[in-house]
């Protein structure tokens, strides 16, 4: 391979995969980033120091899905088959009260997918003042998010793909990167680009409640799972009447209870948009923390073995998904200048879910143009995959043994 260097700007999810697959294909990489994904002090518009992580394409635009989540959905398989730290695979609910709604796009693409109708026996989860009106359920992969990142940071190091901490002028990559030393640059910046240049943002505001438990919500068949639960707009709304759903993920000696989905623009330090409602009921939690905890308390207390007091609170934040320029996300290689760039951003709600097959995209848009005789290009996704959890099992045994 060339032994110029691939300069990959962004240590989210997306940068630390995509980083992984090139480094996989023999290309020596170097990561730049602002700040680190573990860094004690949380910045909202790093959206990588937030995620649930369910691995299900949903809150994004702009991108073929199917063609991004079938192969890193496939990898998250082969992740958890060499017992990859961080990856396992549950019962996931989605709940509907005051709607019948058909099932989403992705419902083909998730094993076991199940449609459950309001006269249904089987079990699911249940708020005990709201009917069901319609349900599904799946078998969905799911990262215990702090454990995943730093997988994806050991990789990097066995790799030997270094860090550089760096406050990049966006604008002016190629001054910094010149074509002499480097092949291609990776802009893998979420909204860094746009909060450079003071320009709109367009995002979906997300609010979670940590809460320690020493019990995992399981159902009847004594599997593990997780919901997303749609109440009737009276209980949980926006200012302006847009229904909002809430969602628990059980993960190690917590769960992550979730979550606003409330679109926005930020534009000159402000949030232009709508708002979570005020619900005024004289408790100490603020609105949404207070809604998403107490219709999560009162589905767990209903519908399994775990009962939620406020005490078990640890950690209330309140994150942005990035939507993209316009809303839309971008995954695109501009290769006119001379220094090739490829854009990868705006992963809305899905990037971790999406992260393997946009890894796989860029190596591939990058080998194929800086290597077009490269037969590898073609096998590139079997080729990865296979290379990827021999990594993953090698560096398992390794952490097991120390
Ligand atoms: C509450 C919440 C829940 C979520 N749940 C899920 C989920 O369940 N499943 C799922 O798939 N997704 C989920 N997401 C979405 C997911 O977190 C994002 O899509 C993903 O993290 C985006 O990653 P990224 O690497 O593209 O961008 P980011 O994580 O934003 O990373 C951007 C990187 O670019 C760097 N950067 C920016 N500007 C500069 C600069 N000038 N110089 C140097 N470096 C720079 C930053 O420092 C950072 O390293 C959730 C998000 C939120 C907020």
Redesign the pocket.
Known sequence: MSGKKIAV???????LSTAIALGLMNFRVQI????S?QSETKNP????Q???????PHSIHGLDLKKLFLPSKNIFQRLLRAHAPGIVQQKHYEVFTDQTPTPPAYAPWMNGFELHHSTDEKFVPKHPDFPVSRAWSMDMYFTNWPTYASLLQKCCFELDISVTV???D?QNITDRFSSNDYAAVVM??????E??NNHELYLLR???VIAKTSKQPVNPEGKVFSYNFNPPKHAYSTKDGLAQDVYCYPRSGELVL??SRIAGRWLRQQWMGDEPSNYSTGDALEDPFWQIFRLNQEVLANSSNVELSEEAIIEMKT????LGPQSKAKLELDSKGSLPILHS?G????????SWGVAIKSAHMILHLLQPKNSFAKAIETHFGHELENLVSSLTKKYESN
């Open positions: 700007i962004g240590s989210g999810v997306v940068g730049f980033t602002k700040e994904i518009f790093f959206a990588s937030y995620p649930a992580a369910s691995i299900l760096e406050d990049l966006l893998a910046t979420g909204c860094g680009f909060i450079q997300g609010d979670l979730g979550g994150g942005y998904r990035y951003y992963y809305g709600g899905s990037g971790v879910s999406l």
